[in-house]
Every structure is written in structure tokens, then in C-alpha cells.
């Protein structure tokens, strides 16, 4: 048996054997609750999107206010300005936030792949949980639009990881060495930041 907190969304899941009877089971995750408890209260802290918080955007804090005037959203002097009503605020900062990220995304992966000699399909984004970009074998590019809320060097760490499969479609020696030759250096403060702070990312949005 199994017991897991999931980070990126606070599930608590209970992996049992076929063979397993469930009475034993929930006798057993009931002697797991302080473990449970812990883990629970050990999660990301809910950022709900509003007025008055402040949101990491590509590493710059950015303190949200309602505009009395103009349309959308816009960035200035450290504020991102969004229209009213109040209700809406989150939405237009989240379809902000992914504008930002497709845009950066794009071209931040073309700028490496031009450094790389190597061509690239189609990048897109979207909110993947398992992982934070993906290559295909005909060049497509897919990321989470949620790294555009890391540090500069997380995103552009991992889209040299991926524009680094299309010059090997594995994570072998080779592969670690086109890595570090196109960024520079080794990822390994960056892969650090993702395993400590990555799921706090999923908690964006959510009120609670
Ligand atoms: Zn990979």
C-alpha cells in the first residue's frame, strides 16, 4: 500500500494491491493520519489572483490594481494595471500571464534553436502536470505556460533542455553535454528551483 500528498493540488491518494481488503486499508491510512496532517500542512500556499497581491512574472514582482480606466491588462512601474470589474481580474491576469509566457516561450526557443543548428516545429503551451516541457520526435515543442511565474532561468534552462532533443531524443552524456554547451553552465541550481518550488507554481489561481 501506498499513501501519497499529492504538491501541485493537495490530493491525498491511497495506492492499494488488488488482492488488498479495503476495511485493512482504511484501518491502516487511519494510523497514517499524523503523517497525512504534516504533509498536508506542509503544502504551497494557496495565491489567489486579485487585487493587492503581487505576482512573480519572469522573477519581477508585480503588485495587482485595479485600472480606472483603459481595457485588458498592462504592466507599468512594477503594477499590472487590469480592467474591473473585480470579478474578472483573475481571468484577465491568467490569460495575460499565458500570452506572456507563448511569446516568451517562442522566442526564447527559437533564439536557442538558431544557436543549436537545428530546426523546431510548432511551440506551444498548455498546463501539463507531469512535466514542464516536452519535445516530439518531429520538433513540436509544448511547455507549461506556469514557467513564465520561475525565476528567468528556470524558463530558459528548460527550453534549452528541450531545443536539446533535437539534437538527441534521450537524457544520455551527449545529451547533458549539448545542454550545458548551450546555456553555458550545468542546470543544477535550476533543476534545485524546480523540485523545491515547482509545485508552489500549481497553487496559483486557486483562492484555497
Ligand atoms: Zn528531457
Not at 516541457?133 to 533542455?161: F, K, M, N, Q
Not at 554547451?181 to 542546470?187: A, E, F, H, I, V
Amino acid at each position: 500500500m501506498r499513501l501519497s500528498v499529492d504538491p501541485r493540488d493537495g490530493g491525498v491518494r491511497l495506492i492499494l494491491p488488488g488482492r488488498a481488503s479495503i476495511r485493512d486499508a482504511l484501518r491502516w491510512v487511519e494510523g497514517q493520519r499524523p503523517w497525512v496532517e504534516k504533509a498536508l500542512a506542509a503544502l504551497p500556499l494557496p495565491q489567489p489572483i486579485r487585487a493587492g497581491e503581487t505576482l512573480h512574472v519572469a522573477g519581477e514582482p508585480l503588485l495587482i490594481e485595479i485600472a480606472a480606466r483603459g481595457r485588458g491588462v498592462r504592466r507599468e512601474d512594477g503594477r499590472l494595471l487590469v480592467a474591473g470589474p473585480e470579478e474578472l481580474v483573475a481571468n484577465r491576469i491568467l490569460r495575460w500571464l499565458k500570452a506572456q509566457a507563448a511569446e516568451r516561450l517562442e522566442a526564447d526557443t527559437r533564439r536557442y534553436a538558431a544557436l543549436a543548428g537545428v530546426s523546431i516545429g510548432r511551440v506551444s503551451i498548455g498546463d501539463p502536470r507531469a512535466r514542464w516541457g516536452s519535445c516530439s520526435s518531429t520538433g513540436d515543442i509544448r511547455y507549461s505556460w506556469r514557467l513564465i511565474l520561475a525565476p528567468p532561468a528556470v524558463l530558459e534552462s528548460t527550453v534549452v533542455h528541450e531545443v536539446a532533443h533535437r539534437l538527441h531524443m534521450d537524457h544520455s552524456p551527449d545529451f547533458h553535454a549539448a545542454v550545458r554547451k548551450l546555456l553555458g553552465r550545468d542546470p543544477i541550481a535550476e533543476r534545485a528551483w524546480l523540485r523545491a518550488h515547482g509545485s508552489a507554481l500549481y497553487w496559483l489561481g486557486r483562492d484555497s
